[in-house]
């Protein structure tokens, strides 16, 4: 039984191997867009200069776990309950067999309270016919230490609230209050005004 446990340990440990030396050979750079970024921040892959830089970025931010099977697996099926912040996103370029490359992207959220928390989608393909896991993850704080020595701003700037309604019910509301104010200013007005109404006599 301990042999068997043994054996089994050891098979796992070697595919989490073998799973971060294919993405550490195949991510050729990676390209991080969000808030006050401008045209993004490229960074370099593995065997380039700089390139462990992205490596140990992408380890903290949980895409390896998201990417391969892992266990045990920190990928969460539902977003953690915090107040995320503003969402960055990292578009990773990882080259399959045959020249072909494949893009795979991960939402990030450096400023989430109490720390970061990054998501990624299931289901992306790379090297032809595999899969992403997918989920949310929640990561430490040194993700967003390593994110700020790259370019992003210490703070997370504002979103700010969305200038138009997103729902129809939204839409709605928002009718009925402008409504309700201006007839409001009308019978203001008129209270003020009261010779107005006989304006004609």
């Not at 700089?50 to 380890?59: C, I, K, N, P, R």
């Not at 953690?80 to 960055?88: H, K, N």
């Not at 959220?109 to 993850?137: C, H, K, L, M, S």
């Amino acid at each position: 039984m301990k042999r068997l446990i043994a054996i089994t340990a050891a098979v796992v440990a070697l595919a989490a191997l073998v799973a971060t030396s294919a993405l550490g050979k195949g991510a050729s750079e990676a390209m991080i867009t969000g808030p006050g970024l401008g045209d993004g921040i490229n960074l370099a892959g593995e065997g380039e200069a700089g390139g462990g830089e992205l490596m140990q970025l992408a380890e903290d931010a949980g895409f390896f776990p998201s990417v391969f099977a892992t266990t045990p697996n920190p990928m969460l099926s539902k977003r953690p309950a915090v107040e995320l912040g503003p969402r960055y996103t990292i578009t990773y370029t990882m080259p399959g067999p045959n020249g072909v490359s494949a893009t795979l992207v991960q939402d990030v959220y450096p400023y989430a309270d109490p720390t970061p928390v990054t998501y990624t989608e299931p289901g992306q393909r790379y090297f032809e016919n595999e899969r992403t896991i997918g989920g949310w993850f929640v990561a430490s704080t040194t993700l967003k230490d390593e994110l700020v020595a790259v370019g992003l701003p210490e703070s997370g700037p504002s979103t700010g609230s969305p200038a138009i309604p997103r729902t129809s019910i939204e839409v709605a509301v928002g009718a009925v209050l402008v409504m309700t104010a201006a007839l409001g200013a009308i019978l203001l007005a008129r209270r003020r005004w009261p010779g107005g109404r006989h304006a004609t006599t």
